[in-house]
C-alpha cells in the first residue's frame, strides 16, 4: 500500500498503517484478579486510580505524568456506554485526521475488578516491550502484546481521560489520549 501513496506525502501511509492496525479488534483477554478486596468504584476512584497507574509508569522510564482531561473522560464515556449497549468490544472507529484520540480498551466481569487492576493489566505488557520503531517494539514479535503499555508510557501524549459503562455481565473501560500514541516508525520514549 505505501508504494502507491504519492511522494509528497509519506505521512499518509504511516497514518494508513497506524489505522489499519488499529482496526483489528483487540483481543478480549480477562485476566485473574491480584487481590481479594472489593472493587471500589465512582469517578472520583477513577480518576485518582487511572492517573496514578499512568503516571507511575511514565515515571519509571522518564517521561513526563499525563493531565486529565474532562473532554477526553466525555467522549471515552460515550464509547465505554456504546461497548457496554451493544457488546461489542472494539476499537471505535476514527477520522486519521487531527482529531484522532489514543484508545486503550479493556473488559471483565462486572464489578470484579479495581481500576488499579484495570490499568496493572496494561501496565504489566512491559514485560515484553522493547522501546524500537512502532511496530517493532514487541519482544513476542506482535504489537499487540505491548500496545496498551506503548501508549501508557508515550512522551507525546499529554492528557488522558477515561471512563467506565457496565452491562448485566461486564465492565467496559476506555481510555481517549491527545495526543495519540503508537505512531509507526517512532519510539514510545
Known amino acids: 500500500m505505501a508504494a502507491m501513496m504519492p511522494k509528497r506525502h509519506p505521512w499518509l501511509a504511516a497514518a494508513l498503517l497506524f489505522v489499519a492496525a488499529c482496526a483489528q ?20 476512584v477513577l480518576r485518582a486510580a487511572m492517573l496514578s497507574g499512568h503516571n507511575r ?12 482531561s474532562e473532554t477526553l473522560a466525555a467522549s471515552a464515556q460515550g464509547y465505554a456506554e456504546t461497548m457496554a449497549r451493544t457488546g461489542r468490544f472494539e476499537h471505535a472507529v476514527q477520522s486519521i485526521g487531527m482529531d484522532r484520540q489514543g484508545e486503550n480498551l479493556w ?9 488499579d487492576e484495570m490499568v496493572g493489566h496494561w501496565v504489566a505488557e512491559k514485560r515484553d516491550f522493547v522501546n524500537l520503531p512502532v511496530p517493532n517494539f514487541s ?6 502484546d505491548v500496545g496498551h503499555y ?3 508510557v508515550w512522551r507525546g501524549t499529554t492528557t488522558v481521560g477515561c471512563a ?11 481510555c481517549r489520549y491527545a495526543p495519540p500514541g503508537n505512531v509507526v516508525g517512532s519510539v514510545a520514549y
Open 25 to 44: 479488534a483487540p483481543e478480549r483477554v480477562v485476566e485473574p484478579r491480584t487481590g481479594s478486596e472489593p472493587a471500589a468504584r465512582g469517578s472520583v
Open 57 to 68: 509508569a511514565r515515571a519509571a522510564v522518564g517521561v513526563a505524568p499525563l493531565a486529565w
Open 107 to 115: 473488559t471483565g466481569t462486572r464489578g470484579a475488578y479495581r481500576y
Open 139 to 144: 519482544r513476542t514479535g506482535r504489537w499487540q
Open 150 to 152: 506503548g501508549q501508557v
Open 164 to 174: 467506565l459503562a457496565s452491562n448485566a455481565t461486564d465492565d467496559y473501560l476506555v
